[in-house]
């Protein structure tokens, strides 16, 4: 499996540095948005959840699964392998959201999209629509 380096399209949308929003990425490349339109909808769903209006650092799984149904995502559990947990290259949908331990990632037919390396990491489930 391929790691393709995308930033969703943070940095055209003119932020600079770091910042936990690995969930606002991963919606914006699988969902193909802009990442100004997902940062929005997840600060807001933050907001209503009782949370700090900011997708910067992190978002709760809940929460998150709120905004993807809305846009008819469905959760699904990784795949049961015999002597070993799920990765990346287990996911059998795509494009599909992993969530890993700390970590949400967007797989797509070409392979993982995403700033740093996350294909070895464990894959508790993910996002996909049906």
């Not at 392998?81 to 967007?106: E, F, N, Q, T, W």
Request: aromatic fraction near 12%; glycine fraction near 10%.
């Amino acid at each position: 499996m391929r790691l393709i380096y995308n930033d969703g399209g943070r940095q055209d949308s003119g932020r600079k540095g770091t910042a936990g929003d690995c969930a606002v990425r991963a919606m914006a490349i699988a969902l193909n948005l802009p990442y100004d339109v997902c940062y929005k909808e997840i600060a807001q769903a933050n907001k209503d959840f009782g949370f700090a209006k900011s997708a910067r650092n992190g978002v709760y799984k809940d929460v998150y699964e709120y905004v993807l149904r809305k846009h008819g995502w469905i959760w699904c559990k990784a795949p049961k392998i015999a002597g070993r947990k799920a990765r990346c290259s287990d996911v059998p949908i795509k494009p599909a959201i992993l969530r890993m331990a700390g970590h949400y990632s967007a797989l797509l037919d070409d392979g993982i999209n995403d700033i740093w390396d996350c294909r070895l990491k464990m894959v508790y489930g993910y996002w996909a629509k049906p």
